[in-house]
């Protein structure tokens, strides 16, 4: 039973336009939410987070909304830029709890 | 301040057989957590230790098991090998115990493929 679900296995953007990663969860408890950023060969790179107290956490050009009606979060990146090309993870936790990963989207962002 | 380090980085085995994953976290951590990942599946959790226990545990059979030491690095095992097990093992280090407040700095990964 997959509780984090990222539904777009890959997504490609032009240099300069916004990315929207989205990610669907199933578990009403998850009150943590991150994004991870993964390179080829390279362990995933901490993004960006958001608490279930809020439903919008900014950061550079990185923007995570959550919406917790809708079980969903996204992450807008803007501008993007060729180097933001990697596949992207979002996970969730409950109370603490280990970290749920959704399968990953890979971005690729063009000239 | 040096990053989580994975050894071996590759690793070729075949079926049946048994292997041992080291993860060294970065100075000072001491919680480890480790995670399977493969292609449609995402990052699977396998275990956590926190302080030389096991804090948490995934949803794998008990050919995978493993263990921290009193300076916080970690191994884990796998016996019996199966075709499937083949993977990128990442391990994953934070101070206290993953979660909120307590980011993880993941490793490079150990690739490890059974035939």
């Known amino acids: 039973d997959q509780q984090v679900k990222q539904n777009s296995p890959s997504l490609s953007v032009q240099e300069g336009r916004i990315s929207i990663l989205n990610c669907d969860y199933t578990?009403?408890?998850?009150?943590?939410f991150l994004w991870y950023k993964k390179y080829p060969a390279e362990g995933p790179t901490f993004l960006i987070s958001?608490?279930?107290?809020?439903d919008k956490n900014e950061d550079g050009r990185f923007t995570v909304f959550l919406n917790k009606s809708a079980k969903h979060l996204s992450l807008h990146i803007v501008p993007s830029q060729p180097g933001d090309s990697a596949v992207y993870f979002c996970?969730?936790?409950?109370?603490?709890?280990?970290?749920?990963f959704g399968t990953g989207t890979r971005l690729q962002v063009f000239p | 301040k040096a990053g989580v380090t994975q050894t071996p980085r590759y690793l070729i085995k075949t079926r049946g057989q048994q292997v041992t994953l080291s993860c060294s976290p970065i100075s000072g951590h001491r919680s480890v957590s480790w995670y399977q990942q493969t292609p449609g599946q995402g990052l699977q959790f396998l275990f956590e230790y926190f302080s030389e226990t096991q804090r948490n545990k995934g949803n794998f059979p008990g050919r995978f098991s493993g263990r921290q030491f009193s300076n916080s690095r970690s191994e884990m095992n796998v016996s019996t090998l199966e075709l499937g097990d083949s993977a990128l093992y990442l391990c994953?280090?934070?101070?206290?115990?993953?979660?909120?407040?307590?980011?993880?700095?993941f490793g490079p990964g150990t690739r490890l493929t059974v035939l």
């Open positions: 958001i608490s279930s107290i809020k």
């Open positions: 996970a969730a936790s409950a109370q603490g709890d280990k970290l749920i």
């Open positions: 578990n009403s408890m998850f009150d943590y």
């Open positions: 994953a280090s934070s101070l206290g115990p993953a979660g909120i407040n307590n980011e993880q700095f």
